[in-house]
């Protein structure tokens, strides 16, 4: 698939199938994700892998919209251990953001659905996810993401539009 394709045709799924993602499938997304430019290349991420039913099911209880019946959550969480100032700023976010982008794309790209789940900035979630993966304080839990097969067939569309383009000459 072409990358124009890829980010076309990606969109959040909600729904999905019975089937389990093999080994290859999920390192090609991670492998994209950590590909990731990322603020002088501190590289933040950590990405927590739940292929157990019952941690999962306790995830998706503890979040108000991640109810959904995936194969797989990636949990992307930033450590702030690698941030560039740790008292002053934090570039996680950019940097976890940029990587689950990658990965929805390069997921997309295999044919596999995904959704984008929020935690961070939320402190009861980020307090939650911390407790049912027992995660350190210094690590920052920033979103869980679910992949798996969506029956529905993905058709590229696009959400350009002219009315939010500003040029400054």
Request: one cysteine or more; hydrophobic letters at 40%; charged letters at 30%.
């Amino acid at each position: 698939m072409e990358t124009k394709s890829a980010i076309l045709k990606r969109k959040s799924c909600r729904k999905y199938i019975e089937k389990s993602l093999d080994h290859e499938t999920v390192k090609a997304i991670l492998e994209a994700g950590m590909a990731a430019p990322s603020a002088i290349n501190r590289q933040p991420w950590e990405f927590y892998i739940i292929k157990n039913k019952e941690v999962q099911k306790t995830l998706k209880d503890a979040m108000p919209y991640s109810k959904y019946n995936s194969d797989l959550l990636i949990v992307v969480a930033g450590n702030l251990l690698k941030e560039i100032f740790i008292k002053s700023q934090e570039f996680f976010v950019e940097d976890c953001s940029a990587a689950i982008e990658n990965m929805l794309i390069r997921a997309t790209d295999l044919g596999v659905a995904s959704c984008w789940t929020a935690v961070y900035p939320d402190e009861k979630r980020m307090d939650s996810v911390r407790t049912i993966l027992n995660i350190k304080k210094s690590i920052i839990p920033f979103a869980i993401v679910h992949f798996g097969y969506s029956d529905e067939e993905l058709v590229e569309r696009t959400k350009y539009n002219e009315k939010k383009i500003h040029v400054i000459n």
